[in-house]
């Protein structure tokens, strides 16, 4: 009891006195127990990442386009990485690796789940901070630990894991297998280590806030959605994160203390090895029970906020509520009994697999409905065309086009032939990758002017947004057609090939859109960073018109959220149109001549 | 501020809730490894072992230091701090005790030739009682901390928190640490 008094007291005896309170630049800036702070450093952190990410694919993109060609500036930029201008087999694994590590779990999940879920729990259930601010900034903490760690590993002789992000054993398992199973691997395994310990100190803090910290009146029927899809995320992180954990322990035994959890039978060079009855498909089971989930992890919060956007831009309320969180919590036990089905080709027993094709196909019911959902909410809505809202319809775009795909991969006996081809790879980025980037993007341009006190420019903002969803379709789409030729992915050069040389204008096409959109992506880190400084004030509390809590507070809050009382809430969060009114915020009481929620 | 409190506390305290979750973490950590190592046993190439005596001992152990973390909890419900000291001492005693005698039973293992790196039954058996030994010694760094502030006169008599987060999570292991003796005595 007496740690909640001082936390929420803490809030307000901040909010009331700021003045007098002697905030260094050290526990403003860096170690910050601010939730808000937390969420800024996640983000921050996140974009460096994803710029490093990003960069990466260009490099490998410009190998697969561009076979036959040297460039002698990746020399001077990478090094013996790419010597006489040309990358090394070696490293273009290093570096696919490294942008889907990268991208799944230090951008997708640490700075999308870590950004937003710190920044909107408190502000949207009206709480002062997180349930436990320390362990909030431990988590920021351990993800940049993890964040070195993995950055270190760019700069090791024989460069950073190289066995792709899933990194299967026996190649992650035997430091001899190739270059990048060496000490590359090692600071692979301890940073993922790190990772999920801040991801886990996270998720435990998000669900003890929303299911104790909400102010009187916010029952969890008239929480925003965006906080339902950051529950379910942190109870799928809390969960799953754990076998992963599990699995890497057990492969850093194998690497390192001459265990065989994975290992057995294997001959290197002509050497037998000692190892026996091990099983690297163990590791695949470990791995996708936590992977599975992970897609969830990234898409959920996507999800969220984008529901959120749309009904507040739509100026309508968000079409079947409970139909929605019926739906992400559907989605969250099914995210767990579904893993097998990146496995129909290990040998799997068929019958078996039919159980997780049934499961998978299940999927489409609950995504449907929210899709169904998302459309009616904008149907005949007065939609007002923010940078904010153009991506969250961008996002329900990507995730119908990459969600049908998803139907075809989740058939075993069809996956028999796309399985490891670019029909994957094209089914993933679409619905996971740009998907979530869209819907992480629709939050920063929405949540921005709270974040930051200021708005991004528009112009820019809407350059971003055309560039980036024509360029994802031209990239991803034609690697359908690439997949179902059977073009397999992970290939280094496919030029050697009769039957996929066909492809080489294609892939070259790719590979040019692919640099127009990344720098229309620089072109978002500029405007992010101008806009923080001299971006357009924000002059009123409540720019977007919206009814949820966070534009409650002072343009600029201060550590404790409110400088008064924290409001009391008496409704939902999505009372837009009613009663001759645009919108009414979830603080104003209940009239008497009111109608009921519709 | 009273008003905010009141409005804010609801029935379980924040603290309390964050280890129940936590709780729910660890444990599907050790339905990760358990559930491999039922799948591993299922194949071929699988050595059985016979558990040493020393984990008969230190299960004796910890099933003791519940009790007594149970009766420090009860003493300073009713403020006998003397006694609250006591017991606080007693599990960390016994605690130890656990970790000393889990070792003792991989040393009587690797007496018998049952090292980390050789069957993978044997590799198995390691890690799990491994892992359990860590998160033990994670309960016995807290009450560490927790007795050394009984010591130097800095406990809250009015505060139960702290000690019911480490009575919970103290119970938790050892609960954990039966499942596993059950887990192993009957899958080998």
Known sequence: MSSVATLQGAGVHDAHHEHHHHETFITKYVFSQDHKMIARQFLITGIIWAIIGGFFSVIFRLQLGYPESTFPWLEDLLGHWAKGGKLQPEFYYALVTMHGTILVFFVLTAGLSGTFANFLIPLQIGARDMASPMLNMLSYWFFFLASIIMFSSLFVQTGPASGGWTVYPPLSALGDASSGSKIGMDLWLVSMAMFIVSSLLGGLNYITTILNMRTKGMSMTRLPLTIWALFFTAVLGVLSFPVLLSGAILLLFDRNLGTSFFLSDIVIAGKILPNEGGSPILFQHLFWFLGHPEVYIILLPAMGMSSEILATNARKPIFGYMAMVGSMFAIAILAFLVWAHHMFVTGLNPFLGSFFVLLTLLIAVPSAIKVFNWLTTLWRGNIRFTPGMLFAIGFVSMFISGGLTGIFLGNSALDLHLHDTYFVVAHFHIVMGVASFFGMFAGVYHWFPKMFGRHLNNTMAYIHFWISIVGAYLIFWPMHYEGLAGMPRRYYDYSNWESFKMFGGLNQFISLVAMVVFAAQLLFVFNFFYSIFKGRRVTSTNPWGSNTLEWTTPIKPGHGNWPGEIPEVYRGAYDYAKDGKEFIPQNVPVGDDETTHG | ?188
């Open chain 2, 1 to 188: 501020m009273n008003t905010v409190v009141m409005e804010q506390r609801k029935k379980l305290h924040p603290h309390k809730f964050t280890l129940w979750v936590g709780i729910g973490s660890i444990l599907m950590m050790f339905a990760g490894l358990t559930s491999a190592y039922i799948v591993k046993r299922n194949q071929a190439n699988w050595l059985s072992f016979e558990l040493p005596h020393w984990f008969w001992y230190s299960t004796g152990a910890i099933v003791l230091s519940s009790v007594c973390i149970m009766l420090a909890v009860r003493s300073l419900k009713k403020g006998e701090m003397a006694a609250y000291r006591g017991w606080v001492g007693s599990t960390l005693v016994l605690g130890v005790l656990f970790i000393v005698m889990q070792w003792m039973g991989f040393r009587e293992l690797w007496a018998q030739g049952i090292t980390l790196v050789g069957n993978v039954a044997y590799s198995f058996l390691f890690v799990i009682v491994g892992f359990h030994a860590l998160h033990v010694l994670g309960g016995v760094i807290a009450l560490l901390v927790l007795y050394i502030k009984i010591l130097i006169g800095k406990a809250d008599r009015s505060n139960l928190v702290p000690v019911q987060l480490a009575a919970t999570y103290w119970h938790f292991v050892d609960l954990l640490w039966i499942y596993l003796m059950i887990f192993l005595l009957m899958i080998r």
